[in-house]
Nanobody, 124 residues
Framework: QVQLVESGGGLVQAGGSLRLSCAAS????????MGWFRQALGKEREFVAGISWSATYYADAVKDRFTISRDNAKNMVYLQMNSLTPEDTAVYFCAARSRYFSDVARERNEYDYWGQGTQVTVSS
């Protein structure tokens, strides 16, 4: 059974940093495109960052502040978030596509597996 489990969320002051982790199990996700999405209260779930076997992609709102990385040996994906602002407050979700050597997609319906989410709250 495939599972994605996020951790690392919490409450942080504006300007601070958090590192989210996503632990994948049930199959290998090496070279599978994975992404981070977020959903603020009352808003649609939106793409934040993605990582494939060859490249990384970011939403404009987080570019130069967030960094996505992966450790294939540990089946882990990370999201380092710096210079956080209250606008970054949301539930953050880890997602994975199913096909090996898949490309990053910005549309949520392109992802086959999802975690339960972790809350990030940035206070002003």
């Amino acid at each position: 059974q495939v599972q994605l489990v996020e951790s690392g969320g919490g409450l942080v002051q504006a300007g601070g940093s958090l590192r989210l982790s996503c632990a994948a199990s049930g199959r290998s996700f090496s070279n599978v495109a994975m992404g981070w999405f977020r959903q603020a209260l009352g808003k649609e779930r939106e793409f934040v960052a993605g990582i494939s076997w060859s490249a990384t992609y970011y939403a404009d709102a987080v570019k130069d502040r967030f960094t996505i990385s992966r450790d294939n040996a540990k089946n882990m994906v990370y999201l380092q978030m710096n210079s956080l602002t209250p606008e970054d407050t949301a539930v953050y979700f880890c997602a994975a596509r199913s096909r090996y050597f898949s490309d990053v997609a910005r549309e949520r319906n392109e992802y086959d597996y999802w975690g339960q989410g972790t809350q990030v709250t940035v206070s002003s």
